[in-house]
C-alpha cells in the first residue's frame, strides 16, 4: 500500500467515503458495455467492451464526442452527442436490473458506525438510475450527498466530481476524504483530487490499470475491501 501522507501536504484524517457508483456499489457495467456497443455501433462507431471500462466514469456525452472525433472526424454538438448518449441509456434499460454487490451495505454500514459520512460520485446523467440508488440507499444517502454529470462541467479523470463530491458532502477538505474506485480514469480523478484513492477490481481490466493511475491500494472486490475495512483503517 501507497505511502498517502508521504504525498500529502496535510496529514490524512478521514471524515468521509465517496463511493463510484457503476462497477462499485452495482455489478452493471456488462450491462453498460452491452448497451455502449450497440447504440455506437448504430451511429457508425465501434466500441468494445474494454472501451466501457476504460472510459468509465468520463460524462457520457464526452465519451460520444471523443469517439465521434476519432473515428468519424466529427465534431458532435452537445445536442448531438446527448442523443446518441440517451440512446445509449435507453438500450441500457431495456435491460436486467443489476444487483448490488455483496459488501456494500454492510461497508456503508461500518464506515457510518465509524463516524464518517458516505457519498457518491458517479458519471451518470440517468435520472433512473440516481433515483434507484436513493431508493436502494436511503439508509445512508440523501441527493445532497450524491454527484452527477448534472453537478459537473468536466467529468472523470479530471478531479472536478470528486472535489464537488468533498463539498457536497459538508464542505470536506482532500485530506479527509476517502475514494473508492473501479475504473482507471475514476481513480486518476480521485488522486488529482488528492483524496486516499481505493481500487476495487470488479472488471476485466488488469490491476495494474488500476494500480498505474496512482491508486494508494487495491482489493479484488468489495466484499472483501468490507471485511478487511478496520484493518485497512487501523493502517492508515
Not at 1 to 28: C, E, H, I, W
Not at 171 to 181: D, K, L, M, T
Request: overall charge negative; proline content about 5%.
Amino acid at each position: 500500500m501507497k505511502d498517502y501522507n508521504a504525498t500529502s501536504a496535510q496529514p490524512f484524517a478521514p471524515r468521509v467515503v465517496l463511493f463510484d457508483m457503476d462497477g462499485v456499489l452495482y455489478d452493471s457495467m456488462p450491462n453498460h458495455a452491452k448497451a455502449w456497443q450497440r447504440a455506437m455501433k448504430e451511429y457508425g462507431m465501434h466500441f468494445t467492451a474494454e472501451d466501457s471500462y476504460a472510459t468509465e466514469g468520463a460524462r457520457g456525452v464526452e465519451t460520444v464526442t471523443r469517439y465521434a472525433k476519432m473515428q468519424l472526424d466529427k465534431d458532435l454538438t452537445e445536442e448531438e452527442a446527448e442523443h446518441i448518449y440517451q440512446t445509449k441509456a435507453a438500450y441500457f434499460h431495456t435491460m436486467e436490473t443489476p444487483k448490488i454487490f455483496d459488501g456494500v451495505v454492510d461497508l456503508m454500514r461500518k464506515i457510518r458506525e465509524s463516524g464518517l459520512r458516505i457519498g457518491v460520485v458517479t458519471g451518470s446523467g440517468q435520472r433512473a438510475l440516481i433515483q434507484r440508488l436513493l431508493n436502494d440507499f436511503d439508509e445512508f444517502l440523501t441527493i445532497e450527498q450524491v454527484t452527477t454529470a448534472f453537478d459537473v462541467k468536466r467529468g472523470k479523470p479530471n478531479p472536478e466530481p470528486y472535489l464537488t463530491g468533498l463539498r457536497k458532502a459538508g464542505n470536506f477538505a482532500p485530506w479527509e476524504g476517502i475514494v473508492v474506485e473501479n475504473a482507471p480514469l475514476g481513480v486518476r480523478a480521485g488522486v488529482a483530487a488528492k483524496c486516499f484513492t481505493i481500487a476495487v477490481n470488479s472488471g476485466p481490466l488488469p490491476d495494474t490499470a488500476l494500480l498505474d493511475e496512482g491508486a494508494h491500494t487495491l482489493f479484488p472486490s468489495i466484499r472483501v475491501l468490507a471485511d478487511n475495512w478496520e484493518q485497512l483503517m487501523a493502517q492508515l
